[in-house]
Each structure stands twice: as C-alpha cells, then as structure tokens.
C-alpha cells in the first residue's frame, strides 16, 4: 500500500519569510498525481497545490510551490513570503485511481 | 453554492447508539468517500463508493456502514458508537480518477462518551 510521510510534526516561520514543507511516499506505481491541502481552524479542507506525476515541471500557485523530485520520492512545499492566514495544517497526499492517501500532517505558524 | 454538503457539525453520542452522518454533492461526481481524521495520523479512509449502488471498504471500515442509493447522496452510519469513534469526519467527491483532487465537506465533530 502507498505510504505518505510527513516528518515535521510542527514548523514555524517569521511573516514574510520562506518555509518549506517535507514529504516523502512510497510507490510502485509511475502514473499518479500528489496535492498540498491546507487546513485551517475552520476545519475545511482546502486545496493548495497539485502535481502530475508525469510532468517534470514544478507546480506553482502564486507564493506556493512545490519541489518535486520522482526518483527521490519526495514533493516538498514551499511558501514564500509567508502570511498571518497561511498558519494551519498542511496535509500532503497522494492518489492513484482514487485511492488517496495522507500524511500525518503539519502544524505550521505563523510568527508576526 | 455547489460542493459537498455534510451535516451535523457537531455530534454528541452516548456509547451504544446509532446515528447517520449526512453527506450530499450536487456535482456529479461518481466517486464519494467518507475518512477519519485523528490528531497525528492524518486522514484515513472508512469507505468509498464508484457509483450508486457500488460500495467498497478503506482502511478503517469496522463499526461503520454505507450505501449509495443516488449519484448525489453517501450516508455514514455508525452502528453502535464507541469512545474508539470519536473523530473528525469528512465526507468527499471527486471525478472517477481523482486527478483534480477531492472537494471535501465541512466536517463533522463526533464525540462518543
């Protein structure tokens, strides 16, 4: 079964500042697609950014961004210039034929 | 608004009740889902389901039933609740591969004493 890995329980970054994200999975498999979702206090859940597994370019959303490296396994997300509003949990997940998986997630703050 | 709509927001149970957690989409979208979401193991799958009519176990199905009678409508039934259920729940939709991620519902609070 894919496994998501998040191994920063918690970040914290100064306003205006960059911070950057890990996560690493686990598959076999060569066509599949990997999000970002944020999670704020309101609970929702919210779709950051989202990355073709088949496409070597990084994505990019405005001030998010990913790294994504396919033999490594690894799609980190970087924020920059880092606001009051992007403090919330930060879920990395991968899907493959409709079965998502999540990592465990992280706490990140948000430090004016 | 189009999306998922998931209600109650909040539940309080006593152990051994029953109860359905309500989810609706009004975006046809074949594939529903329903996960739990426990501090510091992510979101776990309970159940999901490809179409009306089909239903598949997850990762986490005991003590939970489903079925899907419309394209629109995914219920959560919990049996008999159990402290061990206390959670966070979401419902979620997408098209059939996903590729475009999931829209989520807003949530449910459950707490079983």
């Known amino acids: 079964a894919q496994t998501v890995t998040q191994s920063q329980p918690e970040m914290s970054v100064q306003e205006a500042e960059t911070v950057t994200l890990s996560c690493t999975y686990d598959t076999s498999e060569s066509d599949y697609y990997l999000f970002w979702y944020k999670q704020p206090p309101s609970r929702q859940m919210i779709l950051v950014i989202r990355q073709e597994a088949y496409k070597q370019q990084n994505a990019t959303e405005n001030r998010f961004s990913v790294n994504f490296q396919k033999a490594a396994k690894s799609f980190s997300l970087k924020i920059s210039d880092s606001q009051l509003g992007d403090a919330a949990m930060y879920f990395c997940?991968?899907?493959?034929?409709?079965?998502?998986?999540f990592g465990a997630g992280t706490r990140l703050t948000v430090k004016p | 608004n189009a999306g998922v709509t998931q209600t109650p927001k909040f539940q309080v149970l006593k152990t051994g009740q029953s109860m359905t957690l309500q989810c609706a989409q009004d975006m046809n979208h074949e594939y529903m889902s329903w996960y739990r979401q426990d501090p510091g193991m992510g979101l776990r799958l309970i159940h999901y389901s490809v179409g009306a009519g089909i239903t598949d176990q997850g990762e986490v199905p005991n003590g939970y039933n489903v079925s899907r009678s419309t394209t629109e409508d995914f219920p959560l039934r919990l049996l008999s609740a159990a402290p061990s259920q206390t959670s966070v729940y979401f419902c979620?939709?997408?098209?059939?591969?996903?590729?475009?991620?999931?829209?989520f519902g807003s949530g449910t609070r459950l707490t079983v004493v």
């Open positions: 997940a991968y899907i493959q034929n409709n079965d998502m998986r």
């Open positions: 979620a939709s997408s098209s059939l591969r996903g590729s475009y991620g999931y829209t």
